[in-house]
């Protein structure tokens, strides 16, 4: 069954937004269904749109919180959410909001939504800065950016996104959404994703900004050698000395010893 969403007063969909609204009813329950709602939990949705998640969430969850930068969607949500339950919308760029502070002191939140595509990795790494502060995501976004988010070494599209994510990261692709549930329909296919970030005794990195640095230099030269991609911040004796074969490529290594590099000695 799907949502006809013509006549709503949510107007027409913004392409620069990456606004693809969901319309399949089956699509939208398993995603429901996947979030799992509890009682007392904060829950936030990026991007509502047109409420196609929003809605069937207030339903069961009664108050929930939605970050929309579109502004002419904020009076239709905020009217069509008025019978239902709390809607507290927050009217602004995600990039910009700092989940720990909506979260509250020593709060935590779980995150939804059916992200806009253009931007879809400085939101994932957006929420891992704040990781702490969340319980969950999950999150619809390209196929293929997910095939990324969750591969491992050895695989073609292992890279910068799976490290990043798996370090902070338990990443679960859940399923396969086709382009014919959206209006308008996107022109690849779609997978939802299920992020849990680890507790702090699981993610064994000092140095954030190091760790990033190395991942980001050792994908961005992938075909090189370690020893040659990372030139600028580690010594072949200093890769080795963390048990690591300077030989290696990027691609062969697990995020463990993506770990290891960052707490070696520039120089051993
Ligand atoms: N959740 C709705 C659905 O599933 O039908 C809409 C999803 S649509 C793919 C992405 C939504 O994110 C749109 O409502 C769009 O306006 C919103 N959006 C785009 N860029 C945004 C940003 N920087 N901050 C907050 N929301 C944004």
Request: charged residues 20%.
């Amino acid at each position: 069954m799907s949502i006809d969403t013509n006549d709503t007063g949510f107007g027409r969909a913004k392409k620069a937004l990456g606004q693809h609204f969901l319309h399949e009813r089956g699509v939208i329950d398993r995603i429901v269904h996947a979030i799992d709602p509890k009682p007392g939990e904060r829950i936030v949705e990026i991007g509502p749109g047109q409420g196609a998640l929003t809605f069937p969430l207030l339903r069961t969850h009664r108050t929930l919180t939605v970050i929309e930068f579109d502004r002419d969607l904020i009076a239709p949500l905020t009217a069509a959410a008025g019978p239902i339950g709390e809607l507290a919308i927050v009217h602004r760029d995600v990039l910009k909001v700092d989940f720990s502070e909506l979260a509250g002191p020593g709060g935590t939140l779980r995150l939804v939504g059916n992200l806009p595509y253009n931007i879809s990795s400085p939101i994932l790494f957006h929420a891992l800065d704040h990781a702490d502060a969340i319980i969950d995501m999950h999150f619809m976004l390209q196929k293929e950016v997910v095939d990324r988010m969750a591969a491992g070494p050895g695989s073609k599209v292992y890279g910068r996104l799976s490290v990043m994510l798996q370090a902070w990261c338990d990443v679960t692709p859940l399923f396969t959404v086709g382009p014919g549930a959206f209006r308008p329909p996107p022109k690849v296919d779609s997978a939802v994703v299920r992020l849990v970030p680890k507790p702090p005794a699981r993610v064994p990195i000092d140095d954030r900004a190091r760790f990033a640095a190395i991942v980001r230099a050792a994908f961005g030269q992938r075909r090189k050698t370690l020893r040659n991609a990372l030139g600028g911040l580690l010594s072949a004796e200093a890769i080795a000395s963390a048990g690591i074969d300077p030989g290696q490529r990027a691609e062969q290594l697990e995020v463990a010893d993506f770990i290891a590099l960052s707490k070696a000695p520039a120089e051993a």
